[in-house]
């Protein structure tokens, strides 16, 4: 019997295009200005420390900032640079710049599962800071409440069994006790590996019924059949 969801963001709970059209345009934009006006702060100073590790040489603010936008333009899942894109994401919800998308499904979902007592985490490549903050500026509240824990790219890439064993460790519940959702075949695969159910959100359609992934449309559809397994 499943005893937790751990739920994918991008293309799962969340629009697709709100995270390429929406999010990380406006992280690229205010990229430059907003290091060089916090290049004193020690979140950012970390961060592009991190950079130059991560780049394997040494950078000046400038030399760092013309390569995180290189990872950007490259959509390069580096670290440091989904920490800094978390941070100017944080000063846009702030300022009201835009809200964070939740489809109506799987946020009702999402509270029906938590009423009902399953615990729910969140596992994206985007940070934790950046899941946070998506979750608790939606149109439907802030809905970081209904989550015990997130993990990004920190526990290992999505595509890798290794990261999903590392969830695993971290909580007290075994493999089969766990369904992770996701829009993407590889990771499901990885999970699966892993020892985790999985189901595969085909939002956008195509449901074929074979393959080693359930697959359905939407959360609502997600039966509680799927969770007793």
Same mark, same amino acid.
């Given at each position: 019997?499943?005893?937790?969801?751990?739920?994918?963001?991008?293309?799962?709970?969340?629009?697709?295009?709100?995270?390429?059209?929406?999010?990380?345009?406006?992280?690229?934009?205010?990229?430059?200005?907003?290091?060089?006006?916090?290049?004193?702060?020690?979140?950012?100073?970390?961060?592009?420390?991190?950079?130059?590790?991560?780049?394997?040489?040494?950078?000046?603010?400038?030399?760092?900032?013309?390569?995180?936008?290189?990872?950007?333009?490259?959509?390069?899942?580096?670290?440091?640079?989904?920490?800094?894109?978390?941070?100017?994401?944080?000063?846009?919800?702030? *300022?009201?710049?835009?809200?964070?998308?939740?489809?109506?499904?799987?946020?009702?979902?999402?509270?029906?599962?938590?009423?009902?007592?399953?615990?729910?985490?969140?596992?994206?490549?985007?940070?934790?800071?950046?899941?946070?903050?998506?979750?608790?500026?939606?149109?439907?509240?802030?809905?970081?409440?209904?989550?015990?824990?997130?993990?990004?790219?920190?526990?290992?890439?999505?595509?890798?069994?290794?990261?999903?064993?590392?969830?695993?460790?971290?909580?007290?519940?075994?493999?089969?006790?766990?369904?992770?959702?996701?829009?993407?075949?590889?990771?499901?695969?990885?999970? *699966?590996?892993?020892?985790?159910?999985?189901?595969?959100?085909?939002?956008?359609?195509?449901?074929?019924?074979?393959?080693?992934?359930?697959?359905?449309?939407?959360?609502?559809?997600?039966?509680?059949?799927?969770?007793?397994?």
């Amino acid at each position: 019997m499943i005893k937790a969801i751990i739920t994918d963001i991008e293309g799962t709970t969340s629009s697709l295009a709100f995270v390429q059209a929406v999010l990380f345009p406006y992280a690229r934009r205010h990229l430059a200005e907003f290091v060089r006006s916090h290049a004193d702060d020690p979140a950012v100073q970390g961060l592009l420390a991190d950079t130059a590790a991560a780049a394997g040489q040494a950078l000046d603010t400038e030399a760092a900032i013309g390569q995180l936008l290189a990872w950007a333009d490259a959509d390069q899942k580096i670290t440091p640079l989904k920490a800094l894109q978390g941070l100017i994401w944080e000063a846009g919800y702030r *300022q009201g710049d835009f809200y964070g998308h939740v489809y109506a499904d799987a946020a009702t979902q999402l509270q029906h599962w938590r009423q009902q007592g399953l615990a729910l985490y969140v596992y994206s490549s985007g940070s934790v800071h950046a899941q946070k903050l998506l979750f608790a500026h939606t149109e439907y509240g802030d809905l970081t409440p209904l989550f015990s824990g997130y993990f990004d790219t920190l526990v290992g890439a999505k595509r890798e069994v290794a990261a999903y064993q590392n969830i695993v460790a971290q909580l007290p519940f075994l493999p089969s006790e766990l369904l992770f959702l996701s829009d993407i075949k590889e990771e499901l695969d990885a999970a *699966q590996a892993a020892g985790l159910q999985t189901v595969w959100l085909k939002r956008d359609g195509g449901l074929d019924g074979t393959g080693l992934h359930r697959q359905v449309g939407s959360f609502a559809e997600i039966s509680g059949a799927m969770l007793a397994a």
